[in-house]
Nanobody, 119 residues
Framework: QVQLVESGGDLVQAGGALRLSCVGSGFLFKLYPMSWYRQAAGKQREVVATIPASGTTGHATSYADSVEGRFTISRDDAKNTIYLRMNNLNPEDTAVYYC?????????WGQGTQVTVSS
């Protein structure tokens, strides 16, 4: 069955960096755009970054305004993995981070990985 497994969350100081990973299985990974979302305590889940399927023309990676220039999303289809490189982290980035994709009207989520940024 479809599985998404995130890892890489940690406790870091403000100004630090982390790289999150999400491994997908049970579906043809390379065909799908993939996204990272995050949900802070007491807030709604929000999209952080999206990467199109490899070889897709007319589409590009996109980022939330709050992370533009600090975060980078990438993918390695040979490893069925997407990454989120997060630089210059600040306490407002504290959240559970999830990877996501949509297929045939169904949205799939991992279990999430906790990122905590101390000031």
């Amino acid at each position: 069955q479809v599985q998404l497994v995130e890892s890489g969350g940690d406790l870091v100081q403000a100004g630090g960096a982390l790289r999150l990973s999400c491994v997908g299985s049970g579906f043809l990974f390379k065909l799908y755009p993939m996204s990272w979302y995050r949900q802070a305590a007491g807030k709604q889940r929000e999209v952080v970054a999206t990467i199109p399927a490899s070889g897709t023309t007319g589409h590009a990676t996109s980022y939330a305004d709050s992370v533009e220039g600090r975060f980078t999303i990438s993918r390695d289809d040979a490893k069925n993995t997407i990454y989120l490189r997060m630089n210059n982290l600040n306490p407002e980035d504290t959240a559970v981070y999830y990877c996501n994709f949509n297929r045939w009207g169904t949205s799939y989520w991992g279990q999430g990985t906790q990122v905590t940024v101390s000031s």
